[in-house]
């Protein structure tokens, strides 16, 4: 079954949030930042602004009603900065004019006086000052010091990881129409709509049940509305209430390349401890987080980093430390992978440096450790199944490794300056908020006397598929034609307290919540039909649009069966609510079943470096995805091909840069940040789908396995399959594990 939204995206006929048409008296807001990293505000001066045609109002922190406060885990976030601005694009005043042009035009005559204060955006300088945002956090297990005495080999290392920019195709964006009294509707592209709902009602000084928030769809958001939609959907709320009337708030490309968060940079160091035949005994490692200026979900996001420290191998002795570092960057925030990509590359870089140490191929490393049923994460949880090992070893098969190296030795042993590298990325991912509360998803399902059929979840629509997952589940359960049902928009009066749509877990919880609700209306209809046919309910069921008595059809059919269900007076619609079962953490400990479940699979990736020009193409990835019973094919293929991408990305060609002194961000544009397109495609993806564990009651959906996050990590393949390359050019090259592996620096690499 194919994505229902494509046809719509395709014909350019989906709506986003500037789509809505505008209603009358709607004001466009312009949102003036800092364009200094650190300093202390000395003056303001907007009189030149409030006196420009068409300005109806400008808003700075004083006319705050409620808290300047929209932090969600550390509440140390101002809506607008008050005394002093901490990051470049931080929202110091708000302009509201009646045209979009005017609130620009009248916002770059806002005068800022500054006192310009020294600004970080190293991460181990802000450690060292000791400007963390929470105390360090330490996962262990065993016994490293005894263990490492039993070490015939230990490597220490640094790894590097860059930032991501998540480059949705919508920017920020948020549409806010005033209600009666002070209630509002806030239309906001964001991945957490309660958020929104709860902290608007913060900064203004209102009840929650005041402010409705309505989302249909976004465009793309990869993490990056998980927390930092917030922000403007606040202000334009802010600037409703304040003025009445609807404000429409839509960033503009630098604006949002400027002012946002990004995937967190992280500095490391690593202790790795193998004996003589290369199992790893010991694991020590210190993650230095670039939180940015404001904690966001920075804590959480390390978190999950420490529950991925040891990627998919088993270890023994593990010290994994993670530091929030405060910085002066715009307030990093979630981007897929959420932490666990920035941890496994860790892990892959210091067996990597072991290899070339021991003289034991990376590989022979990599497979002996890989983890095994029964074997224990640090955090306490054991790993129950075999797709680690077995992903691997299909992806040998699947990709004719040896065939492949010997083609890569001969190609290699031919060319001088080209030179081909090979590398195996296996990926182990826990699903689940690792915060246990999270996991939690709700849906009301109405069925009409039509019989078709709506549902209302807290699952967001960003292009991932998750609507016509649960489309399909619902028209399962009713057995009807899947074009009978519609998944409405998202909107926080019918789906109350919902958990952002993240951790990629979006379709599993909250399909499973419609699916409890469906199944609720089904057992009622087959009441009214068990009494209109005089038999048991338990005999009949529904199958091809009709009511199905044992294994013969009855003459009642979906339509009829809901009119007379209606006619007796019989409720058609139902709430559920969905709490992902089996898990639990103890955080004093650090031990407990954080996940519902680990998402496994192996990528063996195929690259031809040019070490004269340092340019690199992808040749082909080949994977072993372990999916569950797939739900949704197609769906899972577009996720998989899209996070591989965005992985390879990541450790190649985006490369975040600041001015040194300024710290403000250079590439701060689609020319000088650069992503991958369509030329720099692998020339071959080809992706095994394998079935492996059945989850328990209640996991997963309809025994399909999440999706979103999981393949973004084989693209991590690609930065150790250009390292063989180079390797295989200059055996004696230095071993620096930086990720980007730009162009720029394999031609500089010695
Ligand atoms: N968001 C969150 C996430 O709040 N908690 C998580 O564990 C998570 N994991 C992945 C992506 N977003
Ligand atoms: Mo996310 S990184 O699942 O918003």
């Known amino acids: 079954m194919k994505h229902f939204d494509a046809e719509l995206h395709v014909k350019g006929k989906s709506m986003f949030v500037g789509d809505i048409p505008e209603p009358e008296g709607t004001l466009h807001a312009a949102v003036f930042t800092s364009s200094c990293a650190h300093g202390k505000i000395l003056s303001l001066d907007t009189s030149e602004a409030e006196a420009f045609p068409g300005v109806i109002r400008v808003i700075t922190a004083k006319d705050i009603p409620g808290e300047n406060e929209i932090g969600n885990i550390v509440l140390d976030e101002p809506?607008?900065?008050?005394?002093?601005?901490?990051?470049?694009?931080?929202?110091?005043?708000?302009?509201?004019?009646?045209?979009?042009?005017?609130?620009?035009?009248?916002?770059?005559?806002?005068?800022?006086?500054?006192?310009?204060?020294?600004?970080?955006?190293?991460?181990?300088?802000?450690?060292?000052?000791?400007?963390?945002?929470?105390?360090?956090?330490?996962?262990?297990c065993g016994n490293t010091e005894d263990a490492i005495k039993e070490c015939t080999h230990v490597t220490r290392g640094t790894a590097e990881t860059g930032g991501q920019e998540h480059l949705y195709l919508e920017t920020q964006s948020t549409l806010c129409i005033p209600g009666e009294g002070n209630a509002l509707r806030i239309t906001s592209s964001t991945q957490s709509p309660s958020f929104v709902q709860k902290i608007a009602a913060r900064v203004l000084g209102i009840p929650i049940h005041l402010v409705q928030v309505d989302i249909l769809r976004l465009g793309g958001a990869f993490g990056g509305k998980e927390d930092q939609a917030t922000p403007w959907a606040v202000i334009a709320a802010l600037g409703t209430h304040l003025t009445g009337h609807p404000v429409k708030l839509i960033l503009k490309r630098h604006e949002d390349l400027v002012n946002t968060g990004k995937r967190?940079?992280?500095?490391?160091?690593?202790?790795?401890?193998?004996?003589?035949?290369?199992?790893?005994?010991?694991?020590?490692?210190?993650?230095?987080q670039n939180s940015g200026a404001v904690s966001d979900l920075s804590t959480a996001i390390l978190e999950r980093s420490l529950f991925h420290s040891t990627g998919s191998y088993f270890i023994p002795n593990v010290i994994a430390t993670g530091y929030c570092c405060r910085t002066n960057l715009a307030p990093n925030t979630a981007f897929r992978g959420f932490g666990g990509p920035q941890a496994m590359f860790v892990i892959e870089a210091a067996i990597h440096k072991a290899s070339a140490e021991t003289g034991i191929p990376v590989e022979k490393i990599q497979k002996m450790n890989l983890l095994q049923p029964g074997d224990r994460f640090p955090y306490g949880m054991e790993y129950t199944c075999n797709e680690v090992k077995s992903s691997w070893e299909l992806a040998e098969e699947?990709?004719?490794?040896?065939?492949?190296?010997?083609?890569?030795?001969?190609?290699?042993?031919?060319?001088?300056?080209?030179?081909?590298?090979?590398?195996?990325?296996?990926?182990?991912?826990?699903?689940?908020?690792?915060?246990?509360?999270?996991?939690?998803?709700?849906?009301?399902?109405?069925?009409?006397?039509?019989?078709?059929?709506?549902?209302?979840?807290?699952?967001?629509?960003?292009?991932?598929?998750?609507?016509?997952?649960?489309?399909?589940?619902?028209?399962?359960?009713?057995?009807?034609?899947?074009?009978?049902?519609?998944?409405?928009?998202?909107?926080?009066?019918?789906?109350?307290?919902?958990?952002?749509t993240a951790a990629s877990s979006g379709a599993d919880m909250n399909g499973n919540a419609a699916e409890t609700a469906c199944c609720e209306i089904r057992g009622r209809l087959l009441e009214v039909a068990a009494g209109e046919l005089g038999c048991k309910a338990e005999d009949l069921c529904l199958l091809n649009s009709r009511v199905w008595n044992k294994e013969k059809q009855t003459d009642i059919t979906w339509d009829q069966l809901?009119?007379?269900?209606?006619?007796?007076?019989?409720?058609?619609?139902?709430?559920?609510?969905?709490?992902?079962?089996?898990?639990?953490?103890?955080?004093?400990?650090?031990?407990?079943?954080?996940?519902?479940?680990?998402?496994?699979g192996t990528a063996v990736t195929e690259v031809t470096v040019d070490c004269l020009l340092g340019t690199y193409k992808i040749d082909k990835v080949s994977i072993v995805h372990y999916g569950g019973s797939q739900l949704n094919p197609l769906l899972d293929r577009g996720q998989v091909e899209g996070a591989l991408l965005q992985g390879i990305g990541w450790v190649t060609m985006e490369e975040l840069a600041w001015d040194g002194r300024s710290k403000r961000l250079l590439a701060d544009t689609l020319a000088t940040y650069k992503v991958p397109d369509i030329s720099f495609t692998p020339n071959e993806v080809n992706i095994l789908f394998a079935e492996g564990e059945v989850l328990g009651e209640g996991v997963g959906l309809k025994g399909s396995k999440a999706v979103g996050e999981p393949p973004f990590m084989y693209g991590i393949g690609a930065w150790f399959a250009i390292r063989e390359a180079i390797i295989a050019f200059n055996p004696d090259t230095s071993s620096d594990y930086t990720a980007p592996i730009t162009p720029e620096r394999v031609l500089m690499t010695k």
């Open 398 to 500: 699947f990709s004719d490794v040896a065939k492949t190296r010997k083609a890569a030795r001969k190609f290699n042993s031919e060319n001088r300056y080209l030179k081909k590298g090979i590398s195996m990325m296996p990926v182990c991912f826990g699903i689940s908020f690792t915060s246990t509360f999270l996991n939690q998803a709700s849906a009301l399902v109405h069925v009409y006397t039509d019989g078709s059929v709506g549902i209302s979840t807290g699952a967001v629509e960003m292009g991932q598929g998750v609507n016509s997952r649960i489309r399909q589940v619902a028209a399962g359960v009713f057995s009807i034609p899947l074009e009978r049902t519609r998944v409405e928009s998202t909107n926080t009066s019918r789906a109350a307290n919902t958990s952002p």
């Open 79 to 140: 809506l607008l900065a008050e005394g002093t601005v901490h990051f470049i694009g931080e929202p110091v005043a708000v302009v509201l004019a009646e045209t979009r042009h005017q609130a620009y035009s009248a916002m770059n005559t806002i005068l800022i006086e500054l006192e310009e204060l020294e600004a970080v955006i190293d991460p181990r300088k802000a450690a060292q000052r000791g400007d963390l945002i929470v105390p360090p956090r330490t996962f262990s």
């Open 562 to 600: 809901v009119i007379a269900a209606y006619m007796s007076r019989t409720d058609l619609s139902s709430h559920a609510h969905y709490a992902t079962p089996g898990i639990h953490f103890n955080k004093t400990t650090e031990k407990g079943r954080p996940f519902a479940y680990h998402v496994a």
């Open 264 to 288: 967190h940079p992280y500095s490391c160091d690593f202790t790795i401890g193998l004996n003589k035949s290369g199992q790893i005994l010991v694991w020590e490692v210190n993650y230095f």
